[in-house]
């Protein structure tokens, strides 16, 4: 029992001053790429994190992280000597910096999706980096101690007149400034907007501080009287009221202008504050004191309340004239009107973010994900509501307790692509899911994966803030495995659509090949090989052949029928008479008129062979036999879809069969029937230069059939040839006839 006692005794954390004696003792005058010295950037961040009132690990963190690349085994060394904790909250700081600049610059360079725009696919990218970081973040303190450095560094550039890399300034306005008004860390956020700003745009900043004729100082000064003021009459008129406000600062300004197309002098809430009352009749009441005070402008009143803006918010909003002559807003609302407005549905920093200009219209943020930062806004808050009292360190212990616990456990993860372009992946998400958001052909051809420059199995889940590098090879496709929910290769459910739909897609290929070679032998049982297919399919009822093809090799139409429409068919198209070439005969015996095959079948002698009309196979092909009913043996080539569809039926009636010896060996006297495919552009004459390349090849034309379409023509050669080297020679010739785009042999 006394050893679990002087275990669970925590080890007592070090003092802030312990912690920048001990930087400063290790990294001398060392100075950061900014030039600030590495001590006083220390200093200056955790002085912005205690301003913010966080936990001492936090604070130490905050001075500690910028020292780790000046340790050995940083994590060791600072582990022991200020604990576990802040060792940890180092190590996610700086994991979370080396996912700044170079994914904004992708963000900047993104590539335009189907249907948006370069700037709509900028702002998505620029969307996505953050909630990355703040998915990233183990603890929400790492994204304070991230916004309190950035700031730091922006003043130090701004005391010693320095002009930072443009995409500091311009990372500081995308990224960290709205991160700190989601948290609604107001302290951070105005400054941050400020001196970025300051720096992208030198001359408007200029121009706007210029017309704004008062300091800061003033300003602030003007509001905390005017409260004062306005706090009095409140308590006479016994209204119980919190009053709070601030003026608005340069970039706000400027974005103000810039949105809603104002001049300066059009800008009344320049200056405002805010009144939150406990009903709704208390509203209306402050509003009668407020006019009372000071004179309203009758056109810059909003009721809100009675007529509710489309997303929920209520509030009064009103413009008086000071003083001092000069304008300044009111708003007005119930404590409930209050919570909504920050942590609901309505909440500001969507409306903030709005648009192209900013308001523009509605963020578009699910509301999951508006819940998630309504509840991290939640504890910052109590956080910094809670009193320093007697007992101060014991109230102050749940909320940060919970914070330590708190990230954004954001539906998505979100990786990188290796030009640093953010991804959004489901939970569990895989380099396929990956794989297939890019791209469904890098998907379908994805089949090896690197992640942070490591090859993984292509089921790994990944994790948020990893590199992903898919290896791809040129063709091919999916793997039916993939979509075995217990391998886990896919998550998403748009990455198993796309296999699916790839699957689905050779299946009709490969129905639409079997129907076509059903119907062509049907066709030839029956005597009608010159038979337009087209008028046949309409004829049956179908809109293309290839229609009629998926049916019939779905074994969902009758061949019956087809053989019932032949009987009665239009009469056969017209021969295409062979000019004088095609008629000199080659020298060699035909097979397709009763000559030798010269096949072998293994095992078995003198058995009837004939050549299959669907692939006709010649040497040096690589051909197998399939046992037919009653005439004999027939003869495919080892690729044809026919015989592999009938060969999966009936393996029992697949023999081996090979060329015979002279065959191989070119002795043989045999030629062989084969189909060759021509498209080219139809002109004068195009069927006499084909002519002239078969007579210079000695090879006999036995079947033509032409078709033109739309000024293209489609010619099938039926030829005799003695192997297929002869074939390829004729394709290499007609390739090059004037207008022929393709020729090839008929698969």
Not at 26 to 36: K, N
Not at 711 to 723: D, I, R
Request: glycine content about 6%; proline content about 5%; aromatic content about 8%.
């Amino acid at each position: 029992m006394n050893t679990e006692i002087v275990t669970s005794t925590p080890h007592p954390i070090p003092s802030f001053d312990e912690a920048m004696v001990f930087v400063r003792e290790h990294a001398g005058e060392v100075r950061l790429s900014s030039g600030e010295l590495l001590a006083d950037h220390a200093a200056g961040t955790a002085s912005i994190m205690r301003k913010l009132n966080v936990d001492p690990p936090a604070v130490l963190a905050a001075a500690l992280f910028a020292l780790t690349p000046h340790l050995q085994d940083p994590e060791r060394v600072i582990a022991d000597n200020f604990g576990e904790e802040v060792a940890l909250l180092v190590g996610d700081v700086r994991k979370l910096l080396r996912l700044g600049t170079v994914s904004l610059r992708a963000a900047q360079n993104a590539i335009p999706e189907a249907g948006r725009d370069a700037q709509a696919a900028r702002r998505a990218q620029v969307e996505a980096l953050r909630k990355m970081l703040l998915a990233f973040a183990q603890d929400i303190r790492v994204v304070l101690i991230r916004l309190a450095s950035r700031l730091q560094s922006l003043r130090y550039y701004a005391a010693a007149k320095l002009t930072p890399s443009p995409d500091v300034a311009r990372e500081t306005l995308d990224i960290y400034a709205p991160l700190a008004n989601r948290l609604g860390i107001w302290q951070l956020k105005w400054e941050l907007e400020d001196l970025a700003f300051r720096f992208e745009e030198p001359a408007t900043y200029k121009r706007i501080a210029k017309l704004l004729d008062e300091k800061r100082v003033e300003r602030e000064s003007y509001v905390a009287q005017a409260i004062e003021r306005l706090q009095q009459e409140l308590a006479a008129a016994q209204i119980r009221a919190e009053v709070s406000g601030r003026p608005k600062h340069i970039y706000s300004i400027w974005r103000k202008m810039r949105g809603k197309e104002l001049d300066f002098a059009e800008l009344y809430d320049v200056r405002a504050f805010r009144v939150i009352v406990p009903d709704i009749k208390d509203c209306y009441t402050v509003l009668g004191i407020v006019h009372n005070l000071w004179q309203p402008v009758p056109k810059e009143f909003d009721d809100y309340i009675s007529r509710p803006k489309p997303n929920g918010y209520k509030s009064l909003h009103t413009v008086v004239i000071g003083d001092d002559g000069r304008a300044f807003e009111v708003q007005i609302r119930t404590q409930e009107m209050h919570q909504f407005a920050e942590y609901g549905v309505a909440a500001h920093w969507r409306y903030k973010e709005a648009g192209t200009r900013g308001y523009g219209g509605q963020f578009a943020a699910t509301e999951k994900y508006d819940e998630k930062i309504a509840w991290l806004r939640q504890l910052l808050a109590w956080k910094d509501e809670v009193s320093e009292g007697e007992h101060g360190e014991q109230r102050t212990a749940q909320p940060w307790e919970q914070l330590r616990q708190a990230t954004l456990d954001d539906d998505h993860i979100y990786v990188l692509t290796p030009q640093a372009r953010v991804i959004p992946l489901p939970h569990g998400a895989t380099p396929i899911d990956f794989a297939y958001h890019l791209h469904s052909e890098v998907g379908h051809r994805c089949r090896g994966a690197r992640v942070d420059g490591a090859m993984v199995p292509l089921n790994t889940p990944l994790q948020n803030g990893q590199t992903v590098e898919i290896v791809a090879v040129k063709e091919g496709g999916p793997s039916r495995d993939w979509l075995n929910p217990q391998l886990g290769y896919l998550q998403s459910s748009r990455a198993r659509q796309k296999v699916r739909a790839w699957f689905n897609a050779v299946e009709v290929q490969e129905h639409i090949a079997s129907g076509r070679a059903m119907v062509e032998k049907t066709l030839q049982r029956e005597g009608k090989t010159s038979v337009n297919l087209d008028q046949l399919a309409a004829k049956l009822g179908f809109k293309t052949t290839d229609d009629l093809f998926s049916v019939v090799g779905k074994e969902e139409f009758s061949l019956r029928l087809v053989e019932q429409a032949l009987h009665d068919a239009p009469p056969p198209e017209p021969v295409v008479e062979a000019p004088e070439q095609f008629e000199k005969r080659s020298s060699g015996a035909s097979v397709a008129r009763g000559a030798s095959t010269g096949v072998l079948v293994v095992g078995v002698d003198a058995l009837l062979t004939q050549l299959a009309r669907c692939c006709r196979p010649a040497p040096p092909d690589d051909i197998c036999g399939f046992v037919t009913r009653g005439k004999g043996m027939s003869i495919h080539r080892s690729d044809c879809p026919t015989f592999q569809r009938m060969a999966d039926r009936a393996p029992e009636r697949v023999l081996q069969t090979a060329w015979s010896a002279d065959v191989m060996s070119g002795r043989g006297q045999s030629v062989y029937p084969v189909d060759l495919s021509i498209e080219a552009t139809d002109r004068q004459g195009l069927l006499r230069d084909i002519s002239e390349v078969f007579a210079r090849e000695k090879m006999n034309v036995i079947g033509v059939k032409t078709q033109s379409r739309r000024n293209a023509a489609f010619m099938q050669f039926t030829v005799e040839v003695q192997s297929a080297a002869q074939i390829q020679r004729a394709c290499t010739l007609l390739g090059e006839v004037t207008g022929v785009v393709r020729a090839s042999r008929k698969n």
